[in-house]
């Protein structure tokens, strides 16, 4: 089912986005969780109250009580949204839609390799990546917290939290793989399977703003991580087991559309 | 000698023209067989289909009885092929690569792999982005043979050569031929073609015009090939 030569390929393809992602990412994480101090909060409450709804926009609302809720305001609004996101695309787009545009997809289906065995192992190496960069973000976190402010992390909602961001992202990464499997250019695929988180991306960010453009929130897959509650101590297992099915459909069509289709390479 | 490569009655049309239609051919086991025809005339959407890279829309595809699409893995495993436009990955040497598909294929051992380079002067060191048109044709070679397949088809397999690496790559042919390689050549390079391949079809504006016994044929070559090339250029006049 899966070629073990193809995923030691894929590590390497993967490597320097992945790097570079992760590092972005860790900075940020690093400089919010170092910013968590009292009179700075008081500072971006200040903000808060000044422009609300651009810090609104960024999901950057709330009065943040501890270092968890202080995170999940400041990061996963914007950062851990984003970041991940140009992260996925470009990783899609090297593993997937990279090889049919340039039609070294032949190279590999000309090696007695089935469609099934090489799209699922692109599958596998796509959500393997997702879970690696959200491991080390994790460990980074909890890290940068123990170090900064030992004892004040709420390690147990800040695991839950990116598990529940883990699963969004595969759900992302998910609908961007379908679209690579699907599309024959790579233009093509950054109009749709880029230009459709993002555009959930934005939609988010809009809802978030408030009023008559909150109903925007039933239109993003973003919605389903419900970052502020899972902060606040609440479940979100439904969010979750929904994310997931999404996840499981998306590639599971990508894989199944990709056996079937004519490539023209 | 049975059948290597059978086509029955395949159609792809992608309009205006454009595609195969109706075609029908067999290649026998251990020939080596010469596909010709004018640029656009349908030559690698056949490829595309006996590598089971696109679907015939009727009409069936077969090597050694196993049908090119559903069956492309099996095939694939004894087949060898050489793209047309070779595409390789940017970021490899020649050598990583061919290790890489080595290791795709399955081969346990690079022996043949290594008397392939060295038979074409290879120098598999820098990276394949910054090769001559003729060193990456060369790699493509060394890829398509070094497996031992069963089945070759090539395309356009002596693009950027020169005369010397050309007539090493004929002699190639001839020893796979002599092995029972079953070879399916597509070229413009009619000498080439007239010294390896058993018969030729001809293929013009995605139909079958002739297929010739070119070890028969005494007459000019060239005269032959523009006769039925330039058919369609007389009837649209």
């Known amino acids: ?265 | 000698m049975s059948d290597a490569i059978e086509l029955q009655h395949v159609t792809k049309d992608y309009g205006d023209g454009k595609g195969v239609f109706d075609l029908s051919f067999t290649v026998k086991e251990g020939e080596v067989f010469g596909y010709l025809g004018p640029n656009g005339a349908g030559k690698t959407t056949t490829i595309r289909q006996l590598m089971g890279f696109i679907r015939p829309q009727s009409g069936s595809c077969q090597i050694f009885g196993m049908d090119c699409f559903r069956q492309a893995d099996q095939i694939q495993r004894r087949n060898g092929y050489l793209a047309g436009e070779l595409t390789f990955p940017e970021d490899m040497t020649g050598r990583q690569f061919l290790k890489f598909m080595a290791d795709l294929k399955g081969l346990k051992k690079y022996a043949r792999m290594e008397e392939l380079m060295e038979r074409f002067e290879l120098d598999p060191r820098g990276k394949i982005h910054k090769m001559s048109k003729g060193t990456k044709q060369k790699v493509g070679i060394v890829n398509a043979f070094m497996h031992e397949p069963r089945t070759i088809i090539l395309d356009e397999p002596t693009s950027g050569l020169d005369p010397l690496m050309r007539n090493r790559f004929v002699k190639l042919i001839l020893e796979e031929k002599k092995k029972g390689t079953t070879i399916l050549l597509c070229s413009h390079i009619l000498e080439e073609v007239q010294k390896t391949c058993d018969r030729t079809a001809i293929l013009r504006a995605g139909k079958l015009v002739a297929v010739e016994n070119l070890s028969d044929k005494r007459q000019n070559l060239e005269e032959l090939f523009l006769h039925f090339y330039e058919e369609e250029g007389e009837e649209e006049k």
Request: hydrophobic content about 55%; glycine content about 8%; some cysteine.
């Open chain 1, 1 to 265: 089912m899966i070629s073990i030569t193809l995923l030691k390929r894929d590590i390497k393809t993967c490597m320097k986005p992945f790097l570079l992602v992760f590092a972005v990412i860790c900075m940020y994480t690093v400089i919010i969780v170092y910013m968590y101090d009292p009179d700075f909060a008081e500072m971006l409450e200040e903000y808060q109250q000044k422009m609300p709804e651009v810090m609104a926009a960024m999901g950057m609302t709330g009065i943040a009580s501890s270092l968890i809720e202080w995170m999940q305001i400041y990061l996963y609004g914007f950062i851990m949204m984003l970041f991940p996101l140009i992260f996925i695309i470009v990783m899609v787009q090297k593993l997937v839609m990279g090889y049919i545009d340039s039609g070294s997809m032949a190279n590999l289906l000309a090696t007695g390799n089935s469609r099934r065995k090489i799209i699922c192992t692109q599958a596998l190496s796509t959500v393997l990546w997702m879970v690696l960069l959200m491991g080390a973000v994790t460990v980074a976190g909890i890290f940068s917290g123990m170090w900064l402010f030992p004892g004040e992390l709420n390690v147990e909602r800040y695991l839950i939290l990116n598990i529940s961001t883990l699963f969004l992202q595969i759900a992302v990464a998910g609908l961007s793989f379908l679209c690579a499997c699907v599309c024959s250019e790579a233009r093509h695929y950054y109009t749709v399977g880029a230009g459709l988180p993002l555009l959930f991306f934005l939609m988010q960010m809009i809802s978030n703003m408030g009023e008559k453009l909150e109903n925007l929130k039933y239109f993003t897959i973003y919605t389903l991580l419900p970052a502020g509650e899972i902060a606040a101590g609440k479940g979100c297992m439904i969010q979750n087991l929904v994310l997931l099915f999404l996840a499981m459909v998306l590639f599971g069509s990508g894989i199944w559309w990709f056996q079937r289709r004519d490539l023209g390479i």
